[in-house]
């Protein structure tokens, strides 16, 4: 080897070496990133299910109720109240996650979103108390209620899906829109199909869809 090869092997071993380090620090840019989001936003897809399975039993147990005699009124009351309730625990539990782990302004928002929740929901709940007080008939009720909630469960989805950059939960508050709006023009009871197929459906396949891409992520990022 003579005396110029040698400072062009050791530059070319510098080179490689400078390419490497380079690619692991990419790495763990990407990995701390989606660690970050993983902290300021757990997968949504226990939530999603939790309501999907609401409103698909919940809203099929009132249309039961209406059209046969397999179900009684205030059993459906019964079932779509205690499923409501499991729900609401389990979003309670995953909300308390918002943010673990990170500080700063990004922490601040996902704990402010958070509570935008219970204040959006007992909101419209006041709301339609006040109307039902009123003398609304029955069948407008049976419309304005279920038609309310989610529709403010559908902006606070576009809220989120703005703020946390997730197509998923954008799309899905889109999709919840329009089952709102449908849901009104079809009447009732043919609002509580709407409702359990459209509204239950929807957040069970969005809650598929996102419970497969969280893990195709962690495999990602495991493999990384």
């Known amino acids: 080897m003579n005396d110029n090869e040698a400072p062009a092997n050791d530059n070319a071993r510098i080179d490689e070496l400078t390419e490497v380090s380079a690619r692991h620090a990419l790495t763990v840019i990407d990995e701390r990133r989606r660690q970050s989001r993983v902290s300021l936003f757990p997968g949504p897809a226990p939530i999603l299910a939790a309501w999907g399975c609401v409103y698909l039993a919940g809203f099929s147990a009132f249309w039961l109720s209406v059209h046969t005699n397999v ?10 109240g205690g499923l409501g309730c499991l729900a609401l625990a389990v979003s ?12 700063g302004p990004s922490r601040r928002s996902a704990i402010m979103y ?14 339609d108390l006040g109307l039902t007080r009123h003398g609304l008939p029955d069948a407008t009720l049976s419309l304005l209620w279920p038609g309310s909630f989610l529709l403010v469960v559908a902006v606070l989805f576009l809220c989120g899906g703005v703020l946390f ?12 829109l329009a089952v709102a ?7 009732w009871p043919g609002n509580y199909v709407v409702l359990a ?7 069970l396949i969005a809650s598929a869809f996102q419970f497969f891409a969280d893990r195709g992520s962690d495999l990602g990022g495991d493999e990384s």
């Open 181 to 187: 709006a449908a849901s009104t023009f079809a009447g």
């Open 92 to 103: 309670v539990a995953r909300m308390t996650r918002l943010g673990r782990g990170v500080e």
């Open 71 to 80: 179900l009684a009124t205030w059993v459906a009351v019964l079932i779509l």
């Open 165 to 176: 950059g997730d197509r998923t939960q954008f799309g899905l508050g889109v999709w919840s």
């Open 114 to 127: 958070s509570w935008c929740w219970p204040a959006s929901l007992v909101g419209v709940l006041a709301l």
């Open 197 to 203: 197929l459209a509204g239950g459906g929807g957040l």
